[in-house]
């Protein structure tokens, strides 16, 4: 995706949750300085392909979840899902963080040729400036929600689980999965269920532009369509 067609829906997330255009552009631009071009040919292996979006929700520690990772073509986990699946003995072919909860583990997927794809925003500059330099530059994707500029790319998405789904769809991945996906869960405190609410709208209007259907929308699908009808009208 470009940032043209993902702008009206980022500006509906920045409104809706209250965050700052101006600083997500200052972060990227902070991470700009620190980063380097990555060629995104790098995940053209990753076309036709089933790919595993695993999710950081508790579930994903359950036998099924694991084992839905695991037969996937490419694993692309999101923040802490990496350290699960790792832990399982289940290879993870890239990482998508925002740097807030398992920074080393990015660290040493880079250091193993392990591409990860690094988020800066308004609320992580201090991490970005901190974690950002000890990555393997050559396997560092530098990634912004606002305009891209430089050696930071947007292809779409907001939390990480999302991201890593619109990178794979942008990859040209063929089926998608979502090992670990809770929408619903309620151990969330209550901004990280409104995410998790954009989460489920980016995904849902993902599989509308992909003619697709995500089975982990399945519950969710009615108030989904309500709610993109309301966003994407003209
Ligand atoms: N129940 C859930 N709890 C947390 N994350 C979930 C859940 N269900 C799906 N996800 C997806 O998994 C991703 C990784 O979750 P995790 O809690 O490990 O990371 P996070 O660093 O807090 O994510 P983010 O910063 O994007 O909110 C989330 O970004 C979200 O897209
Ligand atoms: N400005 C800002 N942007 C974000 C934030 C956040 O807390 N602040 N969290 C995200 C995923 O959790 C993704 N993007």
């Known amino acids: 995706m470009n940032f043209e067609t993902f702008e009206p829906v980022y500006e509906a997330i920045l409104a809706d949750l209250g965050f700052d255009r101006d600083a997500d552009e200052a972060a990227r631009d902070v991470a700009a300085g620190l980063s380097t071009p990555f060629d995104l040919s790098r995940f053209d292996g990753w076309e036709g392909r089933t790919v595993a979006v695993a999710g950081g929700a508790p579930c994903l520690r359950e036998d099924e979840e694991i084992r839905r990772a695991r037969e996937a073509d490419v694993v692309v986990a999101a923040s802490t899902a990496a350290d699960v699946l790792l832990e399982a003995g289940v290879a993870v072919d890239c990482l998508v963080t925002d740097l807030d909860k398992n920074p080393e583990t990015a660290v040493e997927l880079t250091e193993r040729g392990v591409p990860v794809a690094a988020h800066a925003h308004g609320d992580n500059v201090p991490a970005v400036r901190e ?58 405190d209550p901004m990280k269920a409104r995410k998790l609410a954009w989460a489920a709208r980016l995904l849902g209007w993902l599989e509308r532009l992909r003619g697709d259907r995500f089975a982990v929308l399945d519950d969710r699908r009615d108030r989904v369509d309500r709610e993109l009808e309301a966003l994407l009208e003209p």
């Not at 430089?150 to 063929?174: E, K, M, Q, S």
Request: proline residues 9%.
């Open 131 to 188: 974690w950002l330099p000890r990555f393997d530059a050559d396997h560092t994707l530098t990634t912004t929600q606002a305009a891209p500029v430089g050696p930071v790319y947007n292809v779409g998405g907001f939390t990480d689980g999302d991201r890593a789904a619109f990178l794979a769809d942008h990859a040209g991945a063929g089926r998608l999965t979502f090992p670990g996906w809770a929408f619903d869960d309620p151990e969330v």
